[in-house]
């Protein structure tokens, strides 16, 4: 029997959020395949019961709450890595010897406690938290985040570079960061986002709306709405939906000033696939270049055109799949062409994805790699 401990960030159900979404679909997908997961979760508290979803999944499933101490901010190691820390963990990794899997660098700091002839080690490098963290100061426009962001970047760029040599693989989800850990450490692998879907959408030709959907905590997508909602200003024949379950007020504020502009709640995985279905054309921008974001198969699957920037995919082939815009007035150009246009581009997505993309493909590729000897 086959065992695998993963280390989460945060509780992967629902997967409603980019990196949470890569974990629940890859659990799932290793669990297809005969691996048995003992799942470590970190959470802010530590939930009632386990969701069936999880439970069916899973051998076991440990929670950890994440410290709530601001001291650590002083921390040499970074404060999402420093708040995510247990010996409770350390137990409960040692009563299965099996490898563990780290999901982000953010899951690591036990690692100096380990004993090593114990376990394999490998991590899932969700992102390059230094450029990741950079990104965030340079998206923020509040002062004091912009700064704690800043010093998270710094404290990252040491503290990756220590660790990135301890892992026997580090399974990366883009090519740029492939090649830096590469370069760096000689131990990357490529394995590209789980993401949940299974075949292609099959739509008619023309959808209802624009779609703008995302987690709007973050500074990133805050940034790209602002953009979008100042684009549709100037585009009042289209009608622009944006879907979150997060949006403060300052942006609902926003939103509501601008007559052809709607704010809906996504709830559940089922309306986001509903939203997607009768939108015509998906908007996708980002301010931070690293690798495919989750959502972008997400649209991809169940939508019809997709507008992209720079920063969506790293990917020439998914890159082809899309509408590209370098600046926002080749994206404005690229909604108004895209109005017109008639979807037809199933067959070509079903090429590309459903044989190059497959959660099954990586969960087996996976396999392979931890499991060897």
Excluded at 72 to 92: C, G, H, M, Q, V
Excluded at 110 to 137: C, P, Q, V
Excluded at 340 to 361: F, P
């Amino acid at each position: 029997m086959k065992e695998l401990h993963i280390i989460s960030f945060n509780y992967p159900y629902p997967p409603s959020y980019g990196g949470i979404i890569d974990v629940y679909y890859k659990i799932k997908a290793l669990s297809d395949l005969g691996i048995k997961i003992h799942l470590h979760c970190f959470v802010d508290k530590i939930p009632v019961k386990i969701d069936p979803e999880i439970e069916g999944i899973t051998e076991s499933v440990f929670f950890y709450e994440k410290k709530k101490n601001f001291l650590l901010y002083f921390s040499k190691t970074p404060f999402a890595a420093a708040i995510r820390d247990s010996e409770a963990l350390l137990k409960n990794l040692e009563k299965f010897k099996a490898p563990i899997l780290f999901e982000g660098l953010q899951t690591t700091h036990i690692i100096k406690f380990l004993k090593d002839s114990r376990h394999k080690l490998y991590l899932r490098h969700h992102n390059n938290e230094t450029a990741y963290y950079k990104g965030l100061s340079l998206s923020e426009k509040n002062i004091l985040k912009k700064i704690v962001y800043s010093i998270e970047s710094l404290k990252y760029k040491g503290y990756q570079e220590k660790l990135l040599k301890k892992f026997e693989t580090v399974f990366c989800l883009s090519e740029k960061e492939y090649n830096e850990v590469n370069i760096y450490s000689g131990n990357a692998q490529l394995i590209h986002i789980f993401h949940g879907n299974q075949s292609v959408k099959q739509l008619d030709k023309k959808g209802n709306y624009f779609l703008f959907h995302g987690d709007l905590t973050t500074a990133d997508n805050k940034k790209a709405l602002i953009e979008t909602i100042d684009l549709f200003k100037t585009l009042p024949q289209y009608k622009l939906i944006v879907a979150s379950d997060r949006a403060n007020e300052d942006i609902k504020k926003r939103m509501s000033a601008v007559e052809n502009i709607t704010l809906t709640p996504i709830l559940t995985t089922e309306n986001l696939h509903h939203l997607l279905e009768n939108a015509h054309a998906n908007i996708l921008i980002s301010y931070q270049n690293s690798g495919t974001k989750v959502k972008l198969f997400n649209t991809l699957y169940n939508s019809r055109f997709v507008i992209i920037n720079g920063n969506i995919t790293d990917n020439p082939a998914l890159k082809d799949l899309c509408l590209y815009g370098a600046d926002m007035a080749e994206i404005r150009q690229q909604i108004i062409s895209s109005a017109e246009k008639d979807y037809n581009d199933t067959e070509k997505r079903k090429q590309i994805l459903e044989k190059t993309h497959s959660d099954h493909t990586k969960a087996e590729e996976m396999v392979k790699i931890i499991f060897k000897n």
